[in-house]
């Protein structure tokens, strides 16, 4: 929360007074993170690279919306979930179109998959993929990069009950997915 | 905690392996490109001063040149325009300050 940090807030106040310089701060907090989550949702380190950038210089245009107060990680994280879903959306779509391409390009995607990645982690990430798109979506972030649901809740634009509800349902997919290794 | 709850807590802690963690070189690389795309744009006044202040830099030089010269053959002439003449015996000599 900005309220939590007050350089973060002061961060902020600075850049929506014209100091571009002062945006470093929030850049550094949080570039890791967003990275991390475009990752989760396209499964490609360049293009999560790019979505991150992106999506900080998107938020730095619309800084002047932003209401002082409130904590910028969530915004941040939302920009670049939605343009991450955008991408995907896209690349479904592309996909579907040339079917060709699609066995070169999930092997790709699969060899970005952390190098200390464990057996059982594979199996994870294996039967979130699985999952349909908004399951598999709320269900990464809840699992792998660990927020709660009112945190997905914003970051996604969902309600807190539906969050709940895909997690519940991807909850019970992945229990009969995993039956051999959590039984 | 529920047997549903205990369920997510052992997933998450076996899917930990699978968050995605840029280098710091990636990180630095991404951060500059950030920093370097919001930076102010000069404005069109400032990109106009920028190209005209070499133009007049160098026409300031030139013009500096210029004067130093004039006022170099300046003062030749005014040496030459003092010379005294001595005429001996019809051979007329000239003798500057």
């Known amino acids: 929360m900005a309220d939590d940090d007050p350089n973060e807030a002061r961060a902020i106040e600075r850049v929506q007074a014209g100091d571009a310089a002062a945006y470093d701060y929030l850049v550094r907090k949080y570039l890791g993170r967003a990275v991390s989550i475009a990752y989760g949702v396209v499964r490609n380190a360049h293009d999560a690279e790019d979505l991150a950038q992106e999506a900080f210089v998107k938020a730095y245009r619309s800084i002047g919306r932003f209401r002082a107060g409130e904590p910028f990680g969530p915004w941040i994280f939302r920009i670049v979930t939605n343009s991450a879903l955008d991408v995907l959306k896209h690349r479904t779509k592309f996909r579907h179109e040339e079917l060709a391409d699609t066995a070169p390009a999930a092997r790709r995607d699969d060899a970005e998959l952390p190098a200390r990645s464990s057996e059982i982690a594979r199996r994870i990430d294996a039967a979130l993929e699985s999952l349909p798109e908004m399951q598999r979506l709320v269900a990464r972030l809840h699992l792998i990069e660990e927020f709660e649901h009112s945190e997905i809740a914003a970051m996604t634009g969902l309600s807190d009950g539906t969050v709940r509800s895909h997690l519940s349902l991807a909850r019970k997919k992945l229990k009969e997915t995993l039956a051999d290794l959590y039984d | ?97």
Not at chain 2, 33 to 48: F, H, S
Not at chain 2, 75 to 88: F, G, H, L, Q, Y
């Open chain 2, 1 to 97: 905690m529920t047997e549903h709850d205990d369920f997510l807590a052992r997933l998450r802690n076996d899917a930990r392996p699978l968050r995605h963690q840029p280098d710091e070189a990636t990180l630095a690389r991404i951060h500059a490109r950030i920093m370097e795309q919001i930076a102010p744009q000069p404005t069109l006044a400032e990109l106009l001063a920028a190209w005209f202040r070499p133009l007049v830099a160098t026409a300031l030089a030139i013009s500096l040149c210029a004067g130093i010269g004039v006022m170099t053959l300046r003062d030749d002439i005014a040496v030459v325009d003092s010379a005294i003449e001595i005429s001996v015996e019809g051979d007329t000599y000239r003798v500057a300050d």
